[in-house]
Structure formats: structure tokens, C-alpha cells
């Protein structure tokens, strides 16, 4: 059996106490914000469970850090009101600031990183997911970010910034093996690819796998630590030479 660490044992905690919750109230109860890698656990957990009705939805399409959503039959989804916003951050277009100007000034006024969604920067704008019992403390204490003067527009319902931007990858493999798409992915050798996997620094669909053989299946993530997130879209068909063509995208 794997070893489940202290910090897997404390998310499993949290999501039993917000079944229990919701179950006992008889009304929706909400959990995160959660990041991608703790969205797939709480799955893996959901698929054991029967009737349980759930939801993850971070504030917009694709999101990438979401709160989950549990609630009685009665409910639809599509009634769901989750307590968060989007707060708008403005400033000097000329001033680019970062995600991680962002999440260090969040975090350095004794945010919670799970009351922190999804940040989008653009051009004198980012767009922050914040959960709603925060929102007035962050209005009145966080002047300043990068030491960039801000403005704060809460409940902001207008254009988001882009939130992702993609390189795509067209090359050709060998097969769905795990050890051959990481080797294409990152331009290293089988070797490589396959020390990689085994030390625990690569994982599919936001979980680690350490099987250089594992078969992916696409649509599907692939993170490499240090290298970053790749979408693979799709494998075939194959070429005159038996490989597999190969279609994906890094995130960028």
C-alpha cells in the first residue's frame, strides 16, 4: 500500500469533515481553493464514494486552482453560489508585474494559499480568485504590490486576462510509454527520461507515477519538475516507419 503523507491525510480530513457538513445540513459545503494535483486526489477519493453529488468550478472555464462543491440531491449544480470573487487588482500598464508578485504580497498579509485562487495578469490588470471572507481585509490592507501603487475593484464581472499560453510540440514517438513521451517532451535521453520517472519528478494528470512503461492515453497532463506542464493531445496516426506521430502543448 502507498504511503500516504501527513499533508494527503489532512486533505482526505478536510474532505470528510465537508461531506459530513453537508450531509448533516442538508446544503451545499464548499472546499478550497485546491490545485490541480489535490483536485486529482479528491477525485480519486469521489470515484470510491456512491451519491455524492460534486462539483469543482475555480470562477471561470479551465481554471486551474478550484473549490469543491459538495451538496444534497436537491441541488442543482447549475444553482450553486460558491464564496469567492473576482477581485481586480489596476496599476500602471507599464509596470509587469507577476503571479508571483501576487501570491507573495497575498500571502506575506497572512493569506491562506487555500484561499487564493487562480491570478491572471495582463496589461495593468490582474484578476484575482479570492475566497469572499478575505476580500474586505485584502480592499483595506494591501496598497501596494511589487511596490506598484494598486487599485481594487471588487466583484469584477469584466474581461479576463489570458490566463495560459501554449508552444505546440509536433514530433513523432516511439509508443505511449511514459519513458518515450518524457524523453520527446523535454529533449533528453530514454536514460534520462526513465531516472526521471523512477526519482518521482514526473507525473500524469497531476499525479506522480514512477513506471517508466506506464501507457499514456491521450488526452492527458504531463508535468516534468524543472521543466514544466505538457498538454498531450493526441498520438497517430503512424508513420511509414511504425512511429507514432505526436501532438501536444507546453504551458508557457
Not at 132 to 160: A, F, H, M, N
Request: with cysteine; proline share 4%.
Amino acid at each position: 500500500m502507498a504511503c500516504i503523507s501527513d499533508d494527503e491525510k489532512l486533505l482526505y480530513s478536510r474532505l470528510e469533515d465537508t461531506l459530513y457538513l453537508s450531509n448533516k445540513r442538508g446544503c451545499p459545503c464548499f472546499l478550497g481553493f485546491l490545485d490541480l494535483r489535490e483536485q486529482a486526489l479528491i477525485l480519486r477519493q469521489l470515484s470510491r464514494l456512491h451519491s455524492v453529488n460534486w462539483q469543482f468550478y475555480g470562477g471561470y472555464e479551465d481554471a486551474e486552482r478550484s473549490m469543491l462543491a459538495v451538496f444534497p440531491d436537491y441541488y442543482s449544480a447549475d444553482d450553486l453560489i460558491y464564496p469567492f470573487s473576482a477581485v481586480a487588482f489596476r496599476y500602471r500598464p507599464s509596470q509587469h508585474l507577476t503571479h508571483r508578485d501576487f501570491l507573495g504580497t497575498l500571502l506575506s498579509a497572512g493569506v491562506r494559499r487555500d484561499k487564493v485562487g487562480d491570478i491572471l495578469c495582463g496589461e495593468g490588470l490582474t484578476v484575482v480568485f479570492l475566497s469572499e471572507e478575505i476580500v474586505p481585509y485584502i480592499s483595506q490592507q494591501v496598497q501596494k504590490v511589487g511596490g506598484e501603487g494598486i487599485t481594487i475593484q471588487r466583484d469584477y464581472d469584466g474581461e479576463l486576462p489570458v490566463s495560459h499560453q501554449f508552444a505546440e510540440i509536433k514530433e513523432t514517438v516511439a509508443s505511449p510509454r511514459l519513458d518515450a513521451v518524457v524523453k520527446v517532451l523535454i529533449r533528453v535521453s530514454r536514460e534520462e527520461a526513465a531516472q526521471m520517472i523512477r526519482t518521482g519528478l514526473v507525473s500524469v494528470d497531476h499525479l506522480p507515477i514512477d513506471n517508466v512503461s506506464h501507457m499514456l492515453t491521450a488526452p492527458c497532463t504531463v508535468s516534468v519538475r524543472g521543466y514544466g506542464r505538457f498538454l498531450v493531445d493526441r498520438f497517430g496516426p503512424e508513420t511509414k516507419k511504425g512511429r507514432l506521430q505526436f501532438l501536444a502543448r507546453k504551458c508557457i
